[in-house]
């Protein structure tokens, strides 16, 4: 597959209704933004997700991914302790796992809570990510992972965000999605966090982490996010806006800027 756009529940996720829906490609919904466009293909929710918040009719053509789907996909990537347990993340995982797009873009999904105004696209929300939870320490951290190894299998994920975000993603616009290029993983930097995961064996196959993570270590799991982190800024400098990396076309300065400056 080509292009999979997530839309989550982010109050900018309505500019997604006035975008042509050929820039789309697979459209993959978190919990309530299917509401956002009628055109969406795939919807995942949790297990919890309220069925009074699901879709009275699903077309033919449209599909649920459940807890049944996903796990299988998070266990690919080692699992939800380490990949995160928070659906943007879970979704992300998904669709590198069943479509493995050569784009994965997002929007909706930037983890931003500002106080006193509506936090979801249909008001306020809970912020689900900023709970208190061993496995979302650093949402940065588990975001680099994300682009990394999608990196690594030859797809560029970005943010269609234009706010502040606690995803380190390059910025790219709806309309030139075509024009995106691969970054260059630092591979040892890479490796490096993938093995100290091997050696932490924080794996839980259910996917259950709260009722069968045992003794998995909190502080065990925040050197694994500095070594991500430490992955990602390795991947910023050696990276350049040019043939090794984003077209200048997708991402434009500033945007290079504001990913230097979070090294």
Known sequence: MDVVTILGSGPN????QAWPRAHLGHVLA????WRVRPDWDSLIHPEDFPVDRRPDHVLPAQSIV??????????????????????AFTAA????WRHRPRVLAVLGCDMVYPVAVNTHFYGTGT????RPDMTLQNLEAKAARILLLAARQGCAVVNLSEEQSRLVFPRARIGALDQLRLLRVHEQAVRAALRAEQALGA???????????????PAGLARIDGLWMD????TV???????????????????????????
């Open 30 to 33: 978190i919990n309530n933004a």
């Open 203 to 217: 794996r839980v196959p259910s996917g259950r982490y709260w009722r069968e993570g045992g003794d998995i270590d």
């Open 93 to 96: 995982y998904w669709a590198l």
């Open 66 to 87: 459940t807890a049944q789907d996903y796990i299988p996909a998070n266990n690919a990537y080692g699992g939800v302790v380490y990949a995160g347990g928070t659906m």
């Open 13 to 16: 996720v309505i500019r997604a």
């Open 231 to 234: 992955a990602w800024r390795a």
């Open 127 to 130: 912020a689900d990510p900023l």
């Open 237 to 263: 400098d050696q990276a350049t806006v040019d043939q090794a990396t984003v077209d200048q076309a997708t991402v434009d300065q500033a945007s290079v800027a504001a990913l230097r400056r979070q090294r």
